[in-house]
């Protein structure tokens, strides 16, 4: 079976950091264009950072560009969300997700089918 297994997340102030971590388990995620969405109260899902799979392609929103990196470390098959100089407004509940990446055919981050369930980042001010 295809999950993550996810850690971080909690309660920070205005202009902490926080790092999420986001396990694979039953897949190789270097095979994955993996990315990072994120969910606020009473708003649609927002994807946020998109990575192809050898990292050569990373697009993230221009709301959190120079802040927010996503990475992978091949050898802990996890993918990492860093996210510095945190604002209240990225108080969301965050998703880790994953999909096949044909070799030599990034098409980006779309149809994710392997999600995370989700984890809480609350920034106060």
């Known amino acids: 079976q295809k999950q993550f297994v996810e850690s971080g997340g909690g309660l920070v102030q205005s202009g902490e950091s926080l790092r999420l971590s986001c396990v694979a388990s039953?897949?190789?995620?270097?095979?994955?264009?993996v990315a990072w969405f994120r969910q606020a109260p009473g708003q649609e899902r927002e994807k946020i950072a998109c990575?192809?799979?050898?990292?050569?392609?990373?697009n993230v929103v221009d709301s959190v560009k120079g802040r927010f990196a996503i990475y992978r470390n091949s050898d802990e098959k996890t993918m990492y969300l860093q996210m510095n100089s945190l604002k209240p407004e990225d108080t969301a509940t965050y998703f880790c997700?994953?999909?096949?990446?044909?070799?030599?055919?990034?098409?980006?981050?779309?149809?994710?089918?392997?999600w995370g369930k989700g984890i809480r980042v609350t920034v106060s001010s």
């Open positions: 039953g897949f190789n995620l270097n095979w994955y264009t």
């Open positions: 997700a994953a999909v096949f990446e044909v070799p030599g055919l990034y098409v980006g981050c779309y149809a994710m089918n392997i």
């Open positions: 990575s192809s799979t050898d990292d050569a392609i990373v």
